[in-house]
């Protein structure tokens, strides 16, 4: 019987995360201040989030940070999460190539976001906050979120992208379980509600007008913080645990990946399977790809320009210096929602810049059709964002083939999608669609971008 799966123990969690900035021969460039253009500091971002997270934002030496024992105790729930070899995945390619998948969809709530929550969490209960906030759109991060509040006894309020809220109501049902109030966004609650519903009282929402919301209310309301699930450097150290753990087994199972996939939103699950990896090629100069898979009705890493822009869509955040098609891009209403975001974090879009990473787009109808593969010889019924990531693996295991070699492909299964049955009744009847994103477009947006980066 052959190895299937690669388990690690409870002693063999990662008891600190990778800080990749410190590796970096090119830091990436700073958040700037949108008024004054200067840096923002650690102080800068205090009132915004907690004092610890502020600190590894901007960490840039540190390879090492601690994973507090409060934080490794409540990750012992579902961690470590197996390393799994994909021998029916192989089979049914008829691939020379070995396909691994390290699975985050074994979380309480079905993804890798957990990984962060927790921390993020942790730290404001530690700093003496009492109310935390947050937006969501296909929900999972909201969902992620609503656990770890109350596992710390926060209480949280979540902006939901209204077309989610409508579409997805168990998303919703499952963040109100565990305690969390629920708004749909655009709301009448915040002044950035207010003024979009004024122009376009229709307006069914998106993670940028919901993360405006959530951050002004963290603002106006006293021992309040927020708190975001992507994009941002301290989210992408938090999921490092995922790569750290998979660097262990891939060593059990005595093979080294020539190619490590994420799918990609703002970053955060790409980043956490893939920089204890990219670390070897920095360090050791070992030669690995990674890719990150996006859609292509979203592509900021293959189609954006690299530029500062807002992490929002009301422009409340720092400029941060990203890969991205403009705050105000309303990209189309894909399945994937938590790939339905307009930039990406500053590490990634450094890396990028500096040729260490690849990136691929996928049309939507690829992702489906390599979810269903996936499912019926894996058993994991994927979400639709994880497909990204599924369907590029498939892409590289076919290309093995074509060449006749051996090679070793290692993806992150970042979540199951057992709350996203809707979009596959979707595309077993026929009704799902490809949408591609004109030059025009992508051009248009740019084109209203501050030049800050001549
Ligand atoms: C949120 C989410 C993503 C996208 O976010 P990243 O920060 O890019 O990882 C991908 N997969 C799942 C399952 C998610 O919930």
Not at 107 to 131: M, V
Not at 211 to 219: F, K, P, R
Not at 244 to 253: D, G, P, R
């Amino acid at each position: 019987m052959k190895t299937k799966k690669f388990l690690l123990q409870e002693k063999d969690i990662p008891t600190a995360w990778y800080n990749i900035v410190a590796d970096m021969k090119n830091k990436p460039l700073p958040m700037l201040n949108p008024q004054t253009k200067q840096p923002v500091k650690a102080e800068d971002l205090y009132p915004l989030f907690s004092k610890a997270v502020s600190e590894q934002e901007m960490n840039t030496t540190d390879t090492w940070i601690e994973i507090p024992e409060e934080v490794r105790d409540l990750y012992k729930v579902w961690r470590p999460t197996p390393l799994v070899r994909a021998y029916g995945l192989e089979k049914a390619l008829d691939t020379p190539a070995h396909i691994y998948f390290k699975n985050e969809s074994v979380s309480p709530i079905g993804s890798h976001k957990l990984n962060s929550a927790i921390a993020q969490a942790y730290y404001c209960k530690k700093e003496g906050i009492t109310n935390i906030t947050t937006e969501t759109g296909a929900g999972q991060w909201g969902a992620a979120l609503s656990y770890a509040a109350k596992a710390f006894g926060l209480e949280l309020a979540v902006y939901m992208v209204k077309v989610s809220y409508l579409q997805k109501p168990y998303r919703r049902s499952i963040m109100q379980t565990f305690g969390a109030q629920v708004i749909a966004s655009p709301s009448m609650s915040t002044k950035a509600g207010r003024k979009i519903l004024t122009e376009h009282p229709n307006y069914q929402g998106s993670l940028g007008t919901a993360i405006s919301e959530a951050v002004e209310l963290a603002m106006s309301t006293p021992n309040c913080r927020y708190t975001l699930g992507s994009v941002l450097n301290h989210v992408m150290l938090h999921q490092t645990v995922i790569g750290l753990e998979a660097e262990k087994q891939m060593e059990m199972a005595g093979e080294y990946p020539d190619v490590v996939i994420g799918c990609f939103g703002g970053g955060s699950n790409f980043s956490g399977i893939t920089f204890p990896f990219l670390r070897h090629k920095l360090v050791d100069g070992k030669d690995i790809r990674v890719i990150a898979a996006e859609p292509s009705s979203c592509p900021k890493l293959t189609r954006g320009e690299f530029q500062y822009d807002f992490g929002d869509e009301a422009g409340y955040t720092p400029l941060i210096p990203m890969y991205t098609l403009g705050h105000n891009f309303a990209p189309a209403n894909i399945h994937a929602g938590g790939l339905r975001y307009h930039g990406a974090g500053s590490i990634v879009s450094q890396l990028r810049k500096d040729g260490l990473m690849d990136a691929v787009d996928i049309p939507q109808l690829e992702t489906f059709k390599a979810a269903t593969l996936f499912a019926q010889t894996e058993g994991i019924i994927p979400a639709p964002e994880s497909s990204h990531a599924i369907a590029t693996a498939i892409r590289e295991a076919e290309e093995a083939k074509k060449e006749g070699k051996p090679r070793t492909i290692l993806f992150n299964l970042s979540g199951h999608g057992l709350i996203d049955m809707a979009a596959y009744d979707l595309y077993i009847g026929g009704d799902l669609q490809n949408y591609e994103v004109t030059d025009e477009e992508v051009k248009k947006n740019l084109s209203e971008l501050e030049q800050i980066i001549k």
